[in-house]
């Protein structure tokens, strides 16, 4: 599905991440593996260390303290809220959205649309098209989105497929109508076939949580997960990305007629280095224009890596000056989506701490 | 085919690929394995193979994988 926006922007990115750094190093012995062989994986898969939120934490609470720091620190304004937008597949709660749950700890006004998404890695394009949509709506000048994911909990700690690579985080992009004229492309495409690539198998109606879908398995592959645990086919999951991602990117290079070289950062979701550089490698786009760095500093929070990758690799510089970019997300679904945009004079690029 | 023994003996040197047959079929070399070994073709042919290339097909044996390293140039 191809989309144009115009006269959109973004203003302000601001991650959340937890303090609590856990290092590869020190997980190598939960792995059923030898640590030698680990080790020799941890340079090509950017395996290093990663954010994880203490138990009990919930989204909310990450997504609240970074709104309220954004109104301590003036780049949000309480009553410039008209909708909150959470993308997350973390949510606090079964029901209520945890978006209603922001709205009522900020107290915010009843006038505020509180929406929940549940998507994942392409979080960020589905969102920031939601945002674009709503901004259509003469009511609404201004929308806060929130990718918020905190996946470890739900990640078995013995599983060296995924472990490693996660991250916890929450990211908070203010969203809001241009007066100059900015085009924005996007593409996204899903494929619901193969969902199973992806999946908690236990706790939605389907399976429920028991104590028989708590218990830790080998599924074959060496790894320990329960059902409760993320699955992720990864051979599936790596031939879908270098497959399909290529072919939607030099599509939408084409529909917008712009240069592969007009791009100035290509600020991709980051499941692992090696998945990264070779992506760059087929479209012909060198490392230093597509950051593989997120996934071993931090960690892959799903729908929050992208602003966590723009924030870090360019911070200040995004309060400074523009860059074209172009986001790209995939994962869950499957989905894949990307966006060129000009980004940057933002009130705020940052990352803080819980 | 000797440089490539090498390489495949240095990532699972339990196994020897003198006598292997299917490597994918008989589970001698998993996901993880493909990675470190493209990584490790990749940077003794100086090539890139490309992502779209690494699938089990061009896996399956020692001759397969020669094959694929000379498709992108790679020398013997």
């Known amino acids: ?354 | 085919m000797e440089e490539i023994i090498k390489i495949l003996s240095g990532i699972r040197p339990e196994y020897d690929f003198y006598q292997e047959s299917n490597f994918i079929e008989d589970g001698i070399l998993d996901s993880f394995d493909m990675v470190m070994l493209v990584t490790a073709l990749d940077e003794h042919y100086g090539i890139k193979i490309l992502g779209t290339d690494i699938i089990p097909e061009n896996f399956t044996d020692t001759a397969s994988i020669k094959r694929l390293v000379e498709r992108y140039g790679g020398m013997e």
């Open chain 1, 1 to 354: 599905m191809n989309m144009i926006f115009h006269n959109k922007k973004i203003s302000g990115i601001l991650c959340v991440v937890p303090q609590k750094e856990s290092l590869f190093d020190d997980e190598i012995g939960n792995y059923n593996f030898p640590p030698e062989k680990s080790l020799r994986l941890k340079k090509i898969m950017g395996y290093d260390r990663h954010r994880i939120a203490d138990q009990g934490a919930c989204i909310s609470d990450y997504c609240v303290f970074g709104i309220e720091y954004l109104l301590r620190q003036g780049s949000l304004k309480k009553d410039d809220i008209d909708a909150l937008i959470l993308v997350t597949q973390t949510s606090d709660y079964l029901l209520p959205p945890t978006s209603n749950i922001i709205q009522g700890r900020l107290g915010l006004g009843e006038d505020v649309l509180c929406m929940d998404i549940n998507q994942g890695c392409a979080g960020y394009i589905v969102g920031l098209m939601q945002a674009f949509l709503l901004l259509e709506q003469k009511n609404i000048n201004k929308v806060v989105l929130l990718n918020a994911e905190f996946l470890s909990k739900r990640t078995s700690p013995k599983d060296r497929n995924s472990y490693p690579i996660i991250g916890d985080a929450a990211a908070i992009t203010i969203v809001e109508r241009d007066c100059l004229e900015n085009v924005i492309h996007a593409n996204i495409k899903m494929d619901g076939s193969q969902g199973n690539a992806l999946i908690i198998p236990a706790g939605g109606l389907r399976m429920p949580a028991t104590a028989e879908t708590a218990i830790m398995e080998d599924s074959g592959d060496g790894n320990l997960r329960s059902k409760d645990h993320l699955f992720m086919d990864g051979t599936s999951v790596f031939n879908f990305v270098q497959t399909k991602v290529p072919a939607l990117i030099e599509d939408l290079l084409v529909t917008s007629g712009t240069a592969k070289e007009e791009i100035d950062y290509y600020l991709f979701h980051q499941p692992n280095r090696f998945m990264l550089e070779k992506l760059a490698d087929q479209l012909g786009v060198p490392y230093a224009k597509m950051p593989s760095n997120i996934v071993e500093r931090f960690g892959n929070s799903s729908g929050a890596t992208i602003p966590v990758n723009a924030v870090y690799n360019l911070g200040d510089r995004l309060k400074e000056t523009s860059f074209n970019v172009c986001f790209c997300g995939f994962g869950t679904g499957l989905n894949w989506g990307a966006m060129m945009m000009k980004l940057g004079q933002l009130q705020i690029a940052e990352i803080i701490e819980y």
